[in-house]
C-alpha cells in the first residue's frame, strides 16, 4: 500500500458541510424567510403559490452541485442555471433579496465548518448577483 492509498479519500464540500439533512436545513429556511419577511415580498411574487416543490427543487440541486447526489442534474440533464431563470425578471433588487434571504439562512445553520459555511455564502451571493439583469421595473 502507498502512502497515498492509506489517505482517507476527500470528502466533498457536500459531505463537510453535513449532507442531506444541513441542505434541507437551510432550503427550508430560505424559504420559511422569502414566505414570512416583508422586505422579501418582491422575491416571493416571483414565486408559484406553492413552494413545496421549490423546496424540493432547490436542495436537491444544491446538494449535487456541492458534489452530493445528483438526482437534480440526472432529471435535467443540460439544463444551466442561469437559462433556467431566463424568463424572469430579476434585477438587482430581487437578486439581493434571494442572496441576503440564502445569506441568512446559512448563518444560522448549524454547520460545524464556518469557514465552509461563509464559502458557501459567497458563492452563492456571486451566482444571485450574476442572475440580475436590467430590466425594466
Ligand atoms: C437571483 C435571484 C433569483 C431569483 C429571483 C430566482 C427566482 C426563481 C423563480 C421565480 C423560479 C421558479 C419558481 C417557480 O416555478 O415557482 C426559480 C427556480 C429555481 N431556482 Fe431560482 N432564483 C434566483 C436565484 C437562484 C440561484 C442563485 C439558484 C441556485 C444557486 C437558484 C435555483 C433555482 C432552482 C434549482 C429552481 C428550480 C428549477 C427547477 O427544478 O425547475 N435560483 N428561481
Do not use: K
Amino acid at each position: 500500500m502507498t502512502e497515498a492509498d492509506a489517505r482517507p479519500a476527500p470528502r466533498s464540500p457536500y459531505e463537510a458541510l453535513g449532507g442531506a439533512a444541513t441542505f434541507r436545513a437551510i432550503v427550508d429556511r430560505f424559504y420559511d424567510l422569502m414566505e414570512s419577511e416583508p422586505s422579501y415580498g418582491p422575491l416571493r411574487a416571483m414565486h408559484g403559490d406553492d413552494l413545496a416543490p421549490m423546496r424540493e427543487a432547490l436542495a436537491s440541486f444544491l446538494g449535487g452541485w456541492a458534489g452530493g447526489p445528483r438526482e437534480w442534474f440526472d432529471a435535467n440533464p443540460g439544463r444551466c442555471m442561469f437559462s433556467v431563470h431566463g424568463g424572469f425578471a430579476i434585477d438587482a433588487e430581487t437578486a439581493n433579496q434571494w442572496a441576503d434571504a440564502m445569506a441568512r439562512a446559512i448563518a444560522e445553520s448549524d454547520i460545524a465548518d464556518r469557514d465552509l459555511a461563509a464559502q458557501l455564502s459567497d458563492r452563492l451571493t456571486g451566482m444571485a448577483r450574476g442572475m440580475a439583469r436590467n430590466v425594466a421595473a
